[in-house]
């Protein structure tokens, strides 16, 4: 009987800090979507000033994130998004608005893609 009453709360522990680490993700997925967006806006209006102000916060957020995310992520889906990261900058830095628009919408992309990748549910699991 203990031996089913440990596995049962291990099960529980290990599922809880399952959704406990995607409800992390999704919240520091949306964050950054949030500041890539205000990156966006200040290239399409053309306030290259702000978008380099902006892309460095954003750089930081990342930083910041990236501390705990190889935890749990793919180190190659990191990098992707830390590449894409430099090229934008240094679109933005060049004014390159198209190409800095591009690679913005790539990264946005990878990084909506985070959560729903690293999800604990079957699909994942199995």
Known sequence: MRIFIAIIISTVLIFS???????????ASDHL???????????????????RENIKKLESRWGDYARWWPIIID??????????????????NE??????????????LMVKHLPEK?????????
């Open 17 to 27: 800090a399952g959704l406990w680490v995607n409800d992390s993700l999704q919240e």
């Open 33 to 51: 979507s949030e500041r890539i967006e205000m990156v966006c806006q200040d290239i399409k209006s053309n306030d290259w000033e702000n978008a």
């Open 75 to 92: 180190h190659q889906e990191m990098d992707n998004i830390e590449f894409s990261l430099a090229r934008a900058k240094e679109y933005i």
């Open 95 to 108: 004014e390159k608005r198209s190409l800095a628009l591009g690679q913005l919408a790539e990264i946005r």
């Open 118 to 126: 690293e999800k604990v549910n079957l699909k994942n699991i199995l």
